[in-house]
């Protein structure tokens, strides 16, 4: 797996983990969220690290935005 962020110009607006980066863009965009890219933020790793680095990085996100998720994460879990 790997960690992602999509982006709209230099904004987060979702942080996530797939083990799939071109697919989980297509279903992102399927599901009507808008962003200009989408950018991984790591390398290849087990699906616990991945889920700790999400968490980490929501949690980094939060300290600097009020302690708001990103516009589209619904959740401190991502």
Wanted: cysteine-free; hydrophobic content about 20%; proline content about 3%.
């Amino acid at each position: 797996m790997v960690t992602y962020e999509l982006k709209e110009g230099n904004k987060n607006v979702y942080i996530g983990k797939t083990k799939n980066p071109e697919r989980r863009e297509q279903e992102h965009r399927a599901e009507g969220k808008f962003f200009t890219k989408l950018e991984v933020t790591s390398y290849r790793m087990t699906k616990e690290e991945a889920r700790q680095k999400e968490q980490r990085d929501l949690q980094r996100y939060r300290v600097t935005h009020d302690g708001k998720n990103p516009k589209y994460n619904k959740d401190s879990d991502g």
